[in-house]
């Protein structure tokens, strides 16, 4: 992993190949990048998500922990349009309550489904190219740059470039699976569960290279069920219960929380 991380052209807030920005910095500028007021979601009577609301301020990664069925993946893909929702989310401003799923991407959102839907019988590169489906008309040389920084983050991406992606590992899928979602140059990336069968070493690498991203400008919404990992990397968190907020603070908070210790952090203290 490239220690020097630049982010495809376009996708941070600052200028790519900035400076990795302090937790104090991070907290003073602040601006909310997603603002998500009250946010409802069911599926027929079952409310899924009730009343949620919370921001990710610019260049920070905000994670989401919680058990089974609280409601993580539900609310990801209500704020990337793929579900219908109540109440207010807000992308850099604007109400993107009307914008469809294809909208979103281009206004800058980006998800990484837990399935990571990748297209196995393509190869890596070829993957990636279609990540760059909506900045098809900024052309190849463009394209092969932002190609070259997902192998700049991902370097053994770049060694299995004409692999098909179905012969990959659960590990190199997931690094893919964040390459092609970069290559759509986000400002906010939104991860359903990275670390989903992984390895901890291997958790440890793909949650490595978030924290780096999110050092280079990026604004990061990540749902895990691992929930020490996602809190050693994140500077703010929520636990969703039963689809609501139960808990809100800064990592550093929650770590310390009893009830999250005794509740999210016990099982894991062996990794
Ligand atoms: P996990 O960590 O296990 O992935 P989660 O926190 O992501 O869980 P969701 O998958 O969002 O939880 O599910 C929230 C609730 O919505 C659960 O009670 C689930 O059974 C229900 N649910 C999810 N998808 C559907 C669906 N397509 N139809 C009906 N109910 C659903």
């Given at each position: 992993?490239?220690?020097?991380?630049?982010?495809?052209?376009?996708?941070?807030?600052?200028?790519?190949?900035?400076?990795?920005?302090?937790?104090?910095?991070?907290?003073a500028?602040?601006?909310?990048?997603?603002?998500?007021?009250?946010?409802?979601?069911?599926?027929?009577?079952?409310?899924?998500?009730?009343?949620?609301?919370?921001?990710?301020?610019?260049?920070?990664?905000?994670t989401?922990?919680?058990?089974?069925?609280?409601?993580?993946?539900?609310?990801?893909?209500?704020?990337?349009?793929?579900?219908?929702?109540?109440?207010?989310?807000?992308?850099?401003?604007?109400?993107?309550?009307?914008?469809?799923?294809?909208?979103?991407?281009?206004?800058?959102?980006?998800?990484?489904?837990?399935?990571?839907?990748l297209?196995?019988?393509?190869?890596?590169?070829?993957?990636?190219?279609?990540?760059?489906?909506?900045?098809?008309?900024?052309?190849?040389?463009?394209?092969?740059?932002?190609?070259?920084?997902?192998?700049?983050?991902?370097?053994?991406?770049?060694a299995?470039?004409?692999?098909?992606?179905?012969?990959?590992?659960?590990?190199?899928?997931?690094?893919?699976?964040?390459?092609?979602?970069?290559?759509?140059r986000?400002?906010?990336?939104?991860?359903?569960?990275p670390?989903?069968?992984?390895?901890?070493?291997?958790?440890?690498?793909?949650?490595?290279?978030?924290?780096?991203?999110?050092?280079?400008?990026?604004?990061?919404?990540?749902?895990?069920?691992?929930?020490?990992?996602?809190?050693?990397?994140?500077?703010?968190?929520?636990?969703?219960?039963?689809?609501?907020?139960?808990?809100?603070g800064?990592?550093?908070?929650?770590?310390?929380?009893?009830?999250?210790?005794?509740?999210?952090?016990?099982?894991?203290?062996?990794?």
């Open positions: 992993m490239s220690s020097d991380v630049r982010l495809p052209t376009g996708s941070a807030p600052s200028p790519a190949g900035a400076m990795p920005v302090g937790l104090a910095e991070r907290s500028a602040a601006a909310p990048v997603l603002e998500v007021e009250r946010l409802c979601v069911s599926y027929g009577k079952v409310q899924a998500v009730r009343e949620v609301s919370m921001r990710v301020p610019a260049g920070s990664i905000v989401v922990i919680g058990p089974n069925g609280a409601g993580k993946t539900t609310l990801l893909m209500a704020l990337m349009g793929l579900l219908p929702s109540q109440g207010g989310i807000r992308f850099k401003g604007d109400d993107c309550r009307g914008a469809d799923p294809q909208q979103r991407v281009e206004m800058g959102m980006s998800l990484v489904t837990e399935k990571r839907d297209f196995g019988s393509m190869t890596v590169e070829d993957n990636l190219t279609l990540g760059a489906f909506c900045h098809r008309r900024q052309g190849r040389a463009a394209r092969l740059q932002d190609i070259d920084r997902v192998y700049a983050l991902f370097p053994r991406l770049k299995r470039s004409t692999q098909l992606a179905q012969t990959l590992s659960g590990g190199e899928r997931q690094m893919l699976a964040l390459g092609r979602a970069l290559m759509a986000p400002q906010l990336l939104l991860l359903d569960e670390s989903l069968g992984l390895a901890p070493r291997i958790v440890r690498e793909v949650l490595q290279a978030v924290a780096q991203l999110r050092d280079a400008g990026l604004s990061v919404l990540l749902v895990e069920q691992n929930a020490r990992a996602a809190l050693q990397i994140a500077d703010e968190g929520y636990v969703l219960e039963l689809g609501e907020v139960a808990l809100h800064s990592s550093e908070q929650l770590l310390h929380d009893p009830k999250v210790e005794s509740t999210y952090l016990g099982m894991l203290r062996a990794e």
